[in-house]
DNA sequence: AATTCTTTTGACACTCAGTACCACTTGAGG
DNA sequence: CCTCAAGTGGTACTGAGTGTCAAAAGAATT
C-alpha cells in the first residue's frame, strides 16, 4: 500500500476521531466544520472531500462489511430470525480493539447528544431497505415482498427499541441489548394479547 | 373565534399548501423557502414564524390527537397489537375531507421525492417512545420495561415496511398497506422460522 | 372615535452547511 | 529528473436558519 493511501486513512481516521471528541464535549450543533478540520489540521474543503456531510462523519461505520461475511458463512437451513441474530452478534463480535472502542464512542454520543441519535437512528447501518434485501438474498423472495418487509421492519424494530432502551438509561450496552430484543422475539411479539385496561379519565391531553 | 385566530390560521394553510404545490412540482431542495413565501405573499421572516424549519412545513399533521381520541374510547381488554390496529384504522379513518387530501399528498410527496420519505420515515407521527407511552398508559407498565419498548418497536417497523413498500411502487394507499402489515403480526412475525438457503457465491459485494 | 397595548410583519445582518471552481503541491512512475 | 494524476487549500457562492428592530395593523379600552 502507498504512502499516498496511508496518509488518505491517517486523514479520515484523524477527522473522525477529532469531530467525535469535538462532539461529545461541545455538542454537534456548536461544532462547526470549520472546528473538526482545524483540529485535524486541514481545510475545510479537505473535510468534505472526505465526507460529503457533517453527518457523515459520524455514520463512516466498519460493522456492515462484516456482518455480509457473517452472514455468508451460516450454514443452510437456519431459521431466519436465528441467523439475524447470529449475524448481527458476529458482527460485532469480530470487530478489532480500535474499531469497538469507535463504535461505543459513537453509542455514548448517541446517548449523550439528542441530534446525533436523531441521525444514528435514521440512517446508521440498517434500513429496512437494506435488511429487506439481504433476507431476500436468505430465502429466494423478492424485495418488495411484503413479509420479506415486515420482518426486515420488525427486525429494525428491535433496534430501535433496543436504542430506546439505552436512552432512557435502562441499559448501557448496545449489543447486548439488541441481542436480547432479538432473543425475546423468538418467542414471539412481546405483550400481543395482553389486554389493555380501562382508560384513565385522561390525566393531561396535551400536544407533543 | 377571533378575527386574528382566523387569519392566523388561514396564513398557515396557505403557507403549507403552496409549499407541498411547489414540492411536488419542482422538488424539494430546489423549492427555497424564499419561493414558498413569495407564493403565499408573506415574507420570509413569516415563513419562519409559521414553521421553525423548512421540514417541518411537510410535518404539520393533524393525525396524532385523532388518535389519541380514539384509543381513550376502546374497550377495555381489547388485545394490545388488535388496539394499535383500530387505533391507527380509527385515526386515519376520521379525518375530514381536507385533512385526508393533505395526507394524500404527503404521502405522494413520499413516494416521488426522496428526500421527504426520509423526513417522514424519521420524524412523522410515531417513534419508539412515543407508542411506547401510549402502551405503557394502556397495560400499566413502565416506559422503559424492555417488552414494552420492544413491542414498539415492532409496530414502529411495520409502519416502516409499509412504508417502504410504498416507496417502492407495490402499493398505494398508506392507511391500507398499514393496516395489512398489522394483520399479519397478529398471526406472528412472518419467516421468522423460515430456513435460509445455502449462500450464493456472493454476486457483486459492494459497499452501500 | 381616539388611544393604548399586543402581535404580526418585513427588512437587514449574521452564521454555518454545502457546492463549484481553480491554482498549487505532492506522491507515483517512467 | 520530469511528467502526470491525485489530493489540497483558498475563494466565492447559494440557501437554511437565527436574531433584532422598527413599522404596521388588529384588538381592546375609554
Redesign the interface.
Known amino acids: 500500500m502507498g504512502l499516498r493511501e496511508r496518509k488518505k486513512e491517517r486523514t479520515r481516521a484523524e477527522l473522525q476521531r477529532h469531530a467525535l471528541r469535538l462532539f461529545r464535549d461541545h455538542g454537534y450543533a456548536a461544532t462547526t466544520v470549520d472546528d473538526i478540520a482545524a483540529a485535524a489540521e486541514v481545510s475545510r474543503s479537505t473535510f468534505f472531500r472526505y465526507f460529503p456531510t457533517k453527518e457523515d462523519v459520524v455514520l463512516f461505520d466498519d460493522v456492515?462489511?462484516v456482518m455480509?461475511g457473517v452472514?455468508?458463512?451460516?450454514p443452510?437451513?437456519?431459521?431466519?430470525?436465528e441467523?439475524v441474530r447470529l449475524i448481527v452478534r458476529g458482527g460485532f463480535g469480530s470487530l478489532d480493539d480500535e474499531a469497538r472502542a469507535l463504535e461505543e464512542v459513537r453509542m455514548e454520543l448517541a446517548r449523550s447528544v439528542p441530534e446525533i441519535a436523531?441521525i444514528l437512528?435514521?440512517r446508521n447501518s440498517f434500513?429496512?431497505?437494506?435488511i429487506?434485501g439481504m433476507?431476500s438474498?436468505?430465502?429466494?423472495r423478492p424485495?418488495?415482498d411484503?413479509?420479506?418487509?415486515?420482518?426486515?421492519?420488525?427486525?429494525?424494530?428491535?433496534?430501535?427499541?433496543a436504542?430506546?432502551?439505552i436512552?432512557?438509561?435502562?441499559a448501557s450496552s448496545y449489543i447486548d441489548e439488541l441481542d436480547?430484543?432479538l432473543s425475546?422475539?423468538?418467542a414471539?411479539?412481546?405483550?400481543?394479547?395482553?389486554?389493555?385496561?380501562?382508560?384513565?379519565p385522561?390525566p393531561a391531553?396535551s400536544?407533543?
Open positions: 456492515d462489511p455480509e452472514a455468508a458463512e451460516l443452510a437451513g437456519t431459521p431466519l430470525l441467523a436523531a437512528r435514521e434500513g429496512v431497505e437494506q429487506a433476507v438474498r436468505g430465502i429466494g424485495t418488495d411484503p413479509e420479506v418487509l415486515l420482518f426486515a421492519g420488525v427486525v429494525v424494530g428491535a433496534r430501535y427499541a436504542l430506546a432502551r436512552h432512557a438509561g435502562a436480547a430484543m425475546r422475539l423468538v414471539g411479539i412481546p405483550l400481543a394479547d395482553e389486554p389493555i385496561r380501562a382508560p384513565r385522561d391531553r400536544r407533543a
